[in-house]
């Protein structure tokens, strides 16, 4: 027995930057490991959390966000190996940090491009800018990287706060993850990921009354019914594609304000 | 400020509180505008009799007087319409030239603005509203609606960029009666632009205006089924939301009934924008221009009976002005002048119908019931029609259902606050997010308190402002979607890669 005997890892969940067990104590197997499965528990403690980090990263200036989210890059390059191994491979991994570094570049640009000084008829200042829309419900699609990537990107980049649950099959890649997010300087309870039975967790987040919108990217055959669920809040629901990049992407989770002040000396 | 400045600006108002004043009647003339005795459904073009042969009847909510027979669409109607929207969109609009959909919207806006007399007294008599606010408010900006998303017709492209727009079909649009023609320009508008053919229902109890409007179509020589107004209730709309051959459904009504669209169209891929409900807050500061601040506290809640989404129905004042400002807000309450909607003199005209006027008289009692003061101005009320004299609530806990639900009426609640943090986090505690007033001379925290309030519209030292060049829309369960500036486009467009 002279080979070394390798330190196996758990993977469990990402909640307010821990990786808390879920709470029920009940693990399901996926890819060979014990993943946690999540409990309607776990993921309300994570909405909440989720809810309570949104002003302080809104708070950050857009540059100091852009900055974060190239870090994630950095960050990902690192553990490229590791995440390849989890996924499809290295051109998935590629790809998932170059969508990150995409969405990185557009934080301190969005306000110019999506919001708007309006010529109205009279004598006033009237602007419009993009502010984010609160607590995103994320189903990640496959593949289990760069479908998360490219799905929380966005999201996040706009200054919202995501509630992630992972591909139900692959759901180790998407811890891996959370470990480069938690190292990044993403502050905790800004990105929180599940993982566990779709079946299960979605309709909780559906019909979650402090969950904003939905992403329903990854779900499959049952979005009329988190649609129906989640018109109790009137959800913005957002049907995302796993190969998507542009700024419409991050505007679909933006709320559009609309400032009016009179001129006059 | 000086000293002096202060205290003049602190000053009580020692005036007497104006009792009813007495004005020589000015009204409008009517005749002006000539209602059909029956209206049929605008479906491709022409009038046509309803299938289902329902009728009902429209009244001047100010005299209790029937006004005209509408039609009552059902399935096979809304049906017609639809099909209606979908050949003309197939077969020419949305491949005209964008620089000829143009001028058929230039055309519409020119038309308004010639007909603008004629459109602002049938307005006043179908819906209650005061003629000063029909005539200087609503007409004037459908008109200018119209204007600007005629200029976005041809220049679609540089709205979206590194994107190719399209139209998206056939929108359903469905529209509330606090200000009917406005509503339905904020809705065609920009769906014309865009290149899309509409079905629109007015609401039940303000048709009118929308069949005039029909007219001007004619005029402008509009393509037959390009716009297609189908009238009716509740049970018309819900036709409309679930038909099958529309694209998109935009909806501006309560939050109860947009919820429900939202589940009707869960999982169907159709499009939705939702305009709701709004129990906005008015904030306040102790440095605020008071007088103008009064001015704006009034516009906010009283303009148009209350009815109006993003009224300013919660007013939050700073606690250091608190009674300054109630007492200057009494005695401007006590000028007010109720009645005749046709009189160029009402400030506040009539309720929209019976039903509105008895879901305002509930939520009153439930103030009163609760234990809120309520305050009413010395008001002389004409002895037919729909009234409700402006009301002011004191002692107001923010769990009462007037400090929570929308009222939608001249009915104002007052709440006090201490910092601007407080004010912030009360005005937010909400589920509606549509519109604020923030009242301060401070530059700087008039910045802050936008940025914190969660809401689409934010009017500093000003309130209930629109343009067509302004994005309106709310947060949360305000609803989704802008009306609206560069911004009203994008619901009405698919974009696929350039």
Request: aromatic share 8%.
């Amino acid at each position: 027995m002279s080979e070394r005997l390798p330190v196996q890892k758990t993977y469990k969940l990402y909640i307010g930057g821990a990786f808390p067990r879920s709470e029920s104590g009940r693990t399901y197997v996926a890819e060979g490991a014990n993943a946690a499965r999540a409990s309607r528990k776990d993921l309300r403690d994570a909405v909440r959390i989720a809810r309570q980090a949104g002003g302080a990263w809104w708070g950050m200036t857009a540059y100091n966000r852009g900055q974060v989210l190239y870090r994630i890059a950095e960050m990902m390059e690192k553990r490229q190996s590791e995440l390849a191994a989890l996924c499809t491979g290295p051109d998935e991994v590629a790809a998932a940090i170059d969508r990150v570094v995409w969405y990185a570049g557009w934080a301190d640009k969005l306000a110019q491009v999506i919001g708007s000084a309006n010529p109205v008829a009279g004598p006033y200042f009237n602007f419009t800018v993009p502010e984010p829309t609160g607590v995103i419900g994320i189903l990640a699609p496959e593949p289990p990287l760069l479908g998360l990537v490219s799905r929380l990107s966005p999201v996040i980049v706009g200054g919202n706060t995501a509630v992630v649950i992972a591909s139900e099959a692959h759901p180790l890649v998407a811890i891996e993850l959370a470990e480069c997010l938690a190292t990044a300087d993403v502050p905790p309870g800004v990105v929180n990921i599940l993982t566990g039975l779709r079946g299960e967790l979605s309709p909780v987040l559906a019909s979650h009354m402090d969950v904003s919108a939905l992403d329903l990217a990854g779900a499959d055959g049952d979005s009329a019914e988190l649609e129906k669920l989640g018109a109790e809040n009137v959800k913005r629901i957002v049907h995302g594609r796993a190969d998507a990049q542009s700024p419409y992407d991050i505007a679909a989770f933006l709320e559009l304000k609309t400032v009016w002040h009179p001129t006059g000396m | 400020m000086t000293k002096d400045k202060r205290e003049i600006a602190r000053r009580p108002d020692k005036a007497p509180m104006a009792t009813a004043w007495d004005y020589a009647p000015a009204p409008e003339a009517r005749d002006i505008v000539k209602v059909e005795e029956r209206y049929g459904l605008f479906i491709g073009g022409t009038f046509v009799e309803p299938a289902s042969g329902e009728r009902y009847t429209t009244i001047d909510p100010a005299r209790e007087e029937p006004l005209a027979e509408v039609a009552q669409a059902g399935k096979a109607d809304v049906d017609r319409a639809v099909r209606a929207a979908r050949d003309a969109f197939a077969n020419g609009w949305s491949n005209l030239r964008p620089s000829e959909r143009a001028k058929y919207l230039f055309r519409i806006a020119r038309l308004l603005q010639e007909r603008s007399r004629e459109f602002a007294v049938l307005e006043s008599l179908n819906g209650g509203k005061p003629i000063r606010e029909s005539r200087d408010v609503d007409i004037p900006l459908a008109a200018a609606h119209f204007f600007y998303y005629a200029g976005w017709a041809d220049k679609l492209e540089y709205a979206f960029p590194n994107r190719k727009p399209r139209p998206v079909g056939v929108a359903g649009q469905i529209i509330p009666w606090n200000f009917p023609l406005l509503m339905l320009a904020w809705k065609i508008a920009p769906a014309l632009a865009a290149g899309n053919t509409v079905v629109l229902k007015p609401a039940e109890t303000t048709p009118l205006s929308a069949l005039l409007f029909c007219d001007v179509l004619r005029q402008a020589e509009l393509p037959p089924g390009v716009v297609n107004i189908v009238t009716g209730d509740g049970r018309t709309g819900a036709e409309l939301v679930s038909h099958q051959g529309v694209d998109k459904i935009a909806f501006t009504g309560s939050t109860e009934v947009g919820k429900a669209i939202q589940r009707t169209l869960a999982g169907t891929g159709k499009r939705l924008t939702l305009e709701l409900g709004g129990k906005a807050a008015n904030i306040i500061f102790d440095d605020a221009p008071l007088d103008q601040a009064v001015e704006g506290i009034v516009n906010g809640i009283y303009f148009n009976q209350g009815h109006v989404c993003c009224a300013g129905s919660r007013l939050l004042v700073q606690e250091s002005i608190y009674e300054t400002v109630i007492a200057k807000l009494k005695r401007r309450m006590a000028t007010l002048r109720v009645g005749d909607p046709l009189d160029k003199n009402t400030d506040v005209g009539a309720i929209n119908s019976k039903q509105q006027l008895e879901k305002i008289s509930a939520l009153v009692q439930s103030g009163i019931d609760e234990g809120a003061q309520i305050y009413q101005p010395p008001c002389k009320l004409p002895e037919r029609g729909y009234w409700f004299v402006p009301t002011v609530f004191t002692n107001v806990a923010q769990s009462y259902r007037i400090a929570q639900e929308e009222i939608f009426g001249p009915v104002l609640s007052v709440l006090t606050f201490r910092t601007p943090d407080e004010a912030i986090e009360k005005a937010n505690n909400t589920p509606y997010g549509l519109s604020a007033g923030v009242w301060t001379e401070k530059g700087s925290r008039i910045l802050a308190m936008a940025k914190g309030l969660r809401a689409g519209v934010v009017w500093a030292n000003t309130y209930n402002r629109f343009d067509p060049a302004s994005p309106f829309g709310g947060y949360k369960e305000s609803g989704f979607g802008r009306e609206g500036g560069r911004h009203g486009l994008e619901p009405y467009v698919v974009l696929e890669d350039a």
